[in-house]
């Protein structure tokens, strides 16, 4: 599976931004899809997940402000991010895991939230 990510730049603090990220491939095999991002100077961490069956997950500093979304065939996963803080800056990174437990990143796209 392959991911392309887009949609990182530079945001104000209360704005919005729209990640997307499109995968190719083997998507079938597609179970999950989600978001991470990393801060400099910190560890990756979980934002956003989505199954195939529709359950979502989102960490507790991004729930009620990020909404992640995908198509129905698990080929683009989007991440829609309002009411952003300085401290949702990082490098944001799509991941998709498939039926075997595989998982695959794609390029980290970064998002910074700064007037």
């Known amino acids: 599976v392959q991911l392309q990510a887009s949609g990182g730049g530079l945001v104000q603090p209360g704005g919005s931004l729209k990640l997307s990220c499109a995968a190719s491939?083997?998507?079938?095999?597609?179970?999950?899809m989600g978001w991470y991002r990393q801060a400099p100077g910190k560890q990756r961490e979980l934002v956003a997940t989505i199954a195939r069956s529709g359950m979502t997950h989102y960490s507790d500093s991004v729930k009620g402000r990020f909404t992640i979304f995908r198509d129905d065939t698990m080929s683009t996963v989007h991440l829609q991010m309002n009411s952003t803080k300085p401290e949702d800056t990082a490098v944001y990174y799509c991941?998709?895991?498939?039926?075997?437990?595989?998982?695959?990143w794609g390029q980290g796209t970064l998002v910074t939230v700064s007037s």
């Open positions: 491939g083997s998507i079938r095999s597609i179970n999950v």
């Open positions: 991941n998709v895991e498939t039926g075997y437990g595989i998982p695959y």
